[in-house]
């Protein structure tokens, strides 16, 4: 199995007797274990009469088996040993995963193996799975994706299982009898969760035996059997679905031209990666790139390329352009374009792609920073469907048969003939309604004139490929640590700036991560000061697109954001050169004042924006608008888009001179960097500060809900789903209370997602969460529901938390399991420098510079017990210093505040004025 050199992990691939597949990974430093499943069946199986059924079985199998009967009995088993499970089902492949704690890795198994193979599929259990996929299915009915995704397939060959409809619904699901559905399962099951179909990743601290041993406990009595042989897919598309123009009627703000090239498979060309050298030639946002040169012309702001749906047959390889009205009626023109560049593409010599990439690549494969192991269980279990064993690992990486004749053998398919063009915008001429989802399009050929355009184009000189990255180090060493900067120490330290610089000696990486913000007053006198502050950082990202893409490319990565207070600049990636980088950085936001030419394009895309974030599901913008309720310059969609609407030019010159002329600095240097170099940077960092005037670190206060009645608050959204978010805040932000929050969140978590979802069944989107806003702790609880009053899920709620009090004393015997998986969490080993960084940077926000919160939150933890958490939650019912705010979304029925018990919170600004703050 070929691997990196600096891979310490060890691997084992495996073939039981009964033709399971399993990968197993040995890796030592793993604090919990990361397991997959991947099935060769999704959703192309599911028969006409019975859309959706691939997915209602994946539903199924958490609904009880032969040996562990009750409804999610391993969500159960895993929230108190500190893991999860979900799963997906995708086209062709279904993927189910969870994480666990070490020593209950072979538990898991066996509740893992009897899910999978012994399903119950009783019938009252498939009744509330249908109404539970159905509720899903109206929770998206206004995804724009989701419109655009049934265009596609409503445009493609309808013999083609493609083409059918396959998230399902009560309508599809309940064409046959209750008794029918339970034998399409049945058999469905039977066919195809077999162990010939099913392939096993699990990446734990154990050796590759002991797994292995685990693996054959568990799996190996499994039947030996193959699933069914099927055949062959026909084409995706009909010859009459190519070289041909779809418009499609969003339901959101937007104007795109997605650019279609059907292709075969291409996974075979895995070792040669044609697709990676064409998409990053074409996605090149450099001075002389395909979207530079749209920018130039106002017809485009953004692009991307190189998704798309793919499958064992066939693969969409896709350009595509966020555009402007401009744009928008020069879509002829802009195709011209691109093909003028594929042209280019072809006619160039293309040795020095392969060079870049390849040496890219085989440094990101020995210096990467570890992915999640969750998503690279579930990563490696579908490679096994792919990759020979050799390569499972190197998939992703290798690039050993570098071949320009295979770039052109794949170009041949970028042809006019060979493509679909898709313009989505907001009042098309449409002829066609889709069937679920209520999409307006309508579908065209391309004109016999334009066709012939686009065959006959040539190299357009105003286009280049682009030049040898200039940010690509060749030469990438670890530097010796210094154990005096293992924990951040303070360099620099006045009132207005400070710099903590810090090495890596965990992970041994030449990557580093800096971290820069600037606290500015004047970002935070008024929603049109941080209205005028968004539009600049917009601005100034615009600028950098240009400007740096190649520096992306070669694994030097930015990103400059706008947070209460001010802005930050974020670099990452590998340490080569990145200090300087992050000089030029600042040297940009200081300098750069070239806004007039996209003022006008940056404006109407954060205006599209925020006026799409009212176009979001309930749910997600009631927790938009607890936020704004809650933190002091955290202001709404609307409130920011009003301000921009009238921000001017002007304006933000003014706003960067006011914010750069008076504010704070914080900084955090991290990773494979010498004392030397990191003081060289943070000199000229403060040699440039020097010219300014400086202030103090500003206030991240909250507002104090707690000695107040509970608070009501509507939000007319609209969707037909009502929707309810209470929240709960805790009485202080002391470690304590912090403490109590988390160990009920996680106590109440799956009690309330199973009371909800099967008991009650309010809806599908529905659950709890810690929710704390600049580390004041509380809690929670969110139902969006299609059949439901507000009013009746708001009383549902609150009776379901005065009983969980009441019975809270039965929870007593999880008690030691909730400590020690909450216990687990504060004390969890960084999965890999980022995160490390990460809560670094996050422990600097806290104040706490000994960088020592989660070891003294840990000890603190051992002296909280059941008695503690039993009056916190006797508290929170009885709103004894704990405040409660109550938002909700319902179309149909308006709430009475005294109904409820509650004041009603009526405008926001006022609410803001009059509330007091706490720390």
Not at 323 to 342: C, H, K, P, S, V
Not at 500 to 520: A, H, K, M, T, V
Not at 565 to 570: A, I, K, N, R, V
Request: net charge negative; hydrophobic share 35%; proline share 4%.
């Amino acid at each position: 199995m070929l691997t990196h050199h600096l891979d310490e992990r060890h691997y084992l691939y495996s073939q039981l007797e009964n033709g399971l597949r399993v990968l197993l990974v040995e890796d030592q430093t793993s604090e919990t274990c990361a397991v997959a499943a991947t099935i060769g069946n999704g959703h192309f199986t599911d028969p006409a009469d019975c859309l959706g059924l691939s997915h209602l079985l994946e539903h199924m199998l958490f609904q009880g088996n032969k040996k562990y009967k009750t409804v999610d009995a391993f969500d159960t088993f895993l929230s108190l040993h500190g893991g999860t499970v979900n799963a997906a089902t995708g086209s062709e492949f279904s993927h189910y995963y969870f994480s666990v704690n070490n020593e209950n890795l072979s538990t898991a198994l066996d509740h893992f193996s009897h899910l999978l193979t012994q399903p119950l599929f009783e019938l009252e259990s498939i009744k509330k799975e249908i109404c539970a996929i159905d509720a899903e299915f109206s929770l998206k009915i206004n995804d724009d994706l989701r419109r655009l995704y049934e265009v596609h397939k409503e445009t493609s060959n309808p013999e083609h299982p493609f083409s059918q409809f396959s998230v399902g619904n009560a309508s599809t699901l309940n064409m046959l009898s209750l008794k029918e559905v339970q034998q399409r399962l049945f058999t469905l099951h039977q066919n195809e969760y077999v162990s010939h179909n099913m392939t096993l990743c699990i990446i734990s601290p154990f050796d590759t035996q002991t797994c292995l041993d685990f693996v054959k406990a568990h799996f190996g009595s499994h039947t030996n059997r193959e699933a069914p042989q099927t055949a062959p897919l026909p084409a995706l598309y009909l010859k009459e679905q190519l070289g041909i123009r779809i418009d499609i009627a969003p339901l959101k703000s937007a104007r795109r031209l997605i650019v279609t090239f059907a292709l075969p498979s291409m996974h075979h060309f895995y070792r040669t990666k044609p697709l990676c050298i064409i998409s990053e030639l074409l996605a090149d946002e450099g001075p002389d790139g395909l979207l530079c040169h749209f920018k130039a012309k106002g017809f485009a702001t953004n692009i991307s390329v190189g998704g798309g749906i793919e499958g064992s047959n066939f693969r969409d390889f896709n350009v595509n352009l966020q555009l402007t009205e401009a744009g928008l009626a020069n879509i002829d023109a802009m195709l011209q374009t691109i093909f003028q560049y594929i042209e280019h593409i072809k006619q160039h010599d293309k040795v020095r792609y392969f060079d870049e990439k390849s040496t890219l690549l085989a440094q990101i494969w020995q210096f990467a920073d570890a992915i999640k192991p969750i998503d690279e269980a579930i990563s490696l279990s579908s490679g096994i469907f792919i990759y020979t064993p050799e390569h499972l690992i190197a998939s992703e990486y290798i690039l050993d048969k570098p071949d320009p004749a295979v770039i052109d053998e794949v170009l041949n398919f970028f042809t006019p003939e060979n493509m679909r063009v898709k313009v989505v915008s907001p009042a098309p001429k449409t002829t066609l309604v889709s069937r679920w989802y209520h999409t307006p399009y309508s579908v065209s050929e391309i004109p016999t004139s334009l066709m012939q355009k686009l065959q006959n184009a040539s190299c357009n000189p105003l286009l280049k490929l682009p030049k040898e990255n200039q940010f690509l180090s060749r030469n990438h060493s670890r530097i010796a640590t210094n154990a005096q900067y293992i924990i951040p120490q303070q360099t620099i330290d006045s009132v207005d700036f400070k710099v903590w610089f810090g090495q890596d000696n965990e992970f041994e990486l030449p990557r580093g991560d800096c971290y820069i913000s600037f606290d500015c007053q004047a970002a935070t006198l008024s929603v049109e000061a941080a209205a005028t502050k968004k539009l600049w950082i917009a601005l100034l990202n615009n600028h950098f697109q240009q400007r740096y893409y190649q520096a992306n490319v070669a694994g030097l990565n930015y990103h400059l954001y706008s947070h209460q207070c001010g802005f930050s600049l974020h670099t990452s990636g590998f340490s080569a050169n990145q200090l300087m980088f992050a000089h030029e950085l600042t040297e940009q936001i200081h300098t750069f004042e070239d806004f007039d030419k996209h003022f006008e394009q940056v404006k109407q895309q954060q205006l599209q924006s925020l006026h799409n974030n009212l176009l979001n599901k309930p749910i997600n913008r009631l927790f938009t608008r607890l936020s704004a309720l809650m933190q002091q310059n955290t202001h709404t969609p609307l409130s920011m888009a009003n301000a921009i609407e009238k921000t001017s030019i002007e304006h933000v010159y003014e706003a960067k001179s006011h914010m750069l002329n008076n504010r704070y600095i914080e900084s955090l240097i991290f990773g494979n960097w010498h004392k030397t170099e990191a003081e060289k940077f943070s000199s000229s960092l403060y040699k440039q500060h020097q010219k300014f005037t400086g202030h103090g670190k500003l206030s991240r206060s909250v507002f104090d809900l707690s000695q107040q009645l509970s608070l009501l608050h509507a939000l007319p959204c609209n969707h037909p789903d009502a929707a309810v978010v209470i929240y709960y805040q805790s009485p202080n932000a002391k470690r304590r209370d912090t403490l109590l929050t988390i160990l009920l969140e996680q106590l109440v978590s799956p009690v309330f997602f199973n009371f909800a979802r099967q008991q009650a069944q309010l809806g599908y989107l529905v659950g709890s969460g810690y929710v704390p806003f600049n580390q004041h702790p509380g809690m929670a609880f969110y139902v969006q529901s299609p059949q439901y009053s507000a009013e009746y899920l708001i009383k549902t709620i609150r009776d379901f938390l005065q009983k969980f009090a009441v019975d809270l004393q039965q929870y007593q015997k999880n008690w030691s399991d909730i400590k020690q998986g909450v216990m687990k969490q504060l004390c969890q080993r960084d999965a890999n420098l980022s995160m490390k960084s990460q809560r670094l940077w996050s422990a600097l926000g806290n104040r706490d510079y000994a960088f020592s919160q989660n070891k003294d939150t840990a000890n603190e933890l051992t002296n909280i017990e059941f008695s503690d958490l039993m009056t916190f939650v006797k508290g929170l019912v009885i709103g004894k210093n704990t405040g409660e705010l109550i938002l909700y979304s319902d179309p149909n029925n308006k709430i009475s505040a005294n109904e409820l018990s509650t004041a009603q919170v009526q405008d926001v600004f006022e609410f803001k004025k009059h509330t007091p703050l706490v720390e």
